[in-house]
């Protein structure tokens, strides 16, 4: 893993995409992903932008953006503005392309550090996104922001295994990844299970029944098709992914299986499918369709 220290001009990129719905910014403290190769990198659409790698392989480099919290502090007031413009909430993806709580913040802290710049500076929500066990060490901190902004955790369990076959196992285990569930929402933070992209599951009503008893607030659903950016998932195409979930269930390559599993978790859970549930909305539906 090549490690470089880089210094940012910006650190709050105002969305488009697949996120202007989600968020009016998202916030990287990281290019590329320690976790990149690991199951959830082989996935992730992200090792396809060369703007990002320039050339390097995916999960094997990460530049660290050690000015991260002051550059936060020195621009959130003119983002702010921004947004009010536009009279859209000042809310914040953390974070879009990376993982705020990879391996390599336990030597650098710029996720924890940004988390405090917020203390200061607070957006009007925050959704903070990861697979990683290791968002319970600023546990102390993520309370104390709920408090003062429309916080929630989104912790991505794409399913109820760890791995696929022929793929690398997970950063963290499903099991860990649900007790992290239930002591973050034993807090009073709100959490949401992202199913993204959605592998296929063994016992999905056992799955969303163990979510409920973990106290999470809702779960999001997200295919690889259309959930990579494209329509017919062709970035995920070129991993994989979808080879390995064809091999354990060949239906769930498919979109319709996205529906499928949307209307049985609505049994249990508010559901928010795609994009509209990563922005936070959420409904109990009888029905869902492509």
């Known amino acids: 893993m090549k490690i470089t220290k880089t210094y940012c001009n910006s650190i709050l990129t105002r969305s488009t995409g697949y996120l202007r719905g989600v968020s009016s910014h998202s916030l990287n403290p990281y290019i590329g992903c320690g976790f990149g190769s690991s199951s959830c990198g082989e996935g992730c659409?992200?090792?396809?932008n060369q703007w990002i790698n320039r050339g390097r392989e995916w999960g094997k480099f990460v530049d660290v953006k050690v000015n991260a919290d002051e550059v936060y502090l020195r621009t959130v007031k003119a983002e702010?503005?921004?947004a009010?413009?536009?009279r859209i909430p000042f809310s914040i993806f953390f974070s879009s392309s990376t993982d705020p709580w990879q391996p390599i913040e336990r030597k650098f802290r710029i996720t924890r550090r940004v988390l405090h710049?917020?203390?200061?500076?607070?957006?009007d929500v925050l959704i903070l996104q990861t697979h990683s066990s290791m968002i319970m060490e600023d546990l102390e901190l993520i309370v104390a922001l709920s408090k003062q902004c429309a916080l929630r955790v989104h912790l991505t369990i794409e399913g109820d295994k760890d791995s696929l076959p022929g793929l690398p196992p997970p950063p963290c285990s499903v099991e860990k990844r649900i007790s992290i569930a239930k002591e973050l929402a034993s807090t009073g933070v709100t959490v949401v299970i992202?199913?993204?992209p959605l592998y296929p599951l063994l016992d999905p009503s056992y799955f969303f029944s163990r979510l409920v008893e973990s106290g999470v607030s809702a779960v999001v659903i997200d295919h690889f098709i259309k959930g990579d950016g494209t329509q017919n998932g062709s970035r995920t195409r070129r991993t994989k992914l979808p080879i390995a979930i064809a091999a354990f269930d060949k239906h769930a390559e498919k979109l319709s299986y996205r529906e499928k599993i949307a209307n049985i978790a609505a049994r249990y859970l508010p559901v928010g499918v795609s994009s509209s549930g990563f922005a936070g909305h959420y409904a109990f539906r009888s029905e869902f369709k492509a």
């Open 80 to 82: 702010k503005r921004w």
């Open 117 to 123: 710049s917020m203390l200061e500076e607070a957006p």
């Open 45 to 48: 659409y992200v090792q396809f």
């Open 194 to 196: 992202c199913m993204s």
């Open 84 to 86: 009010a413009r536009r």
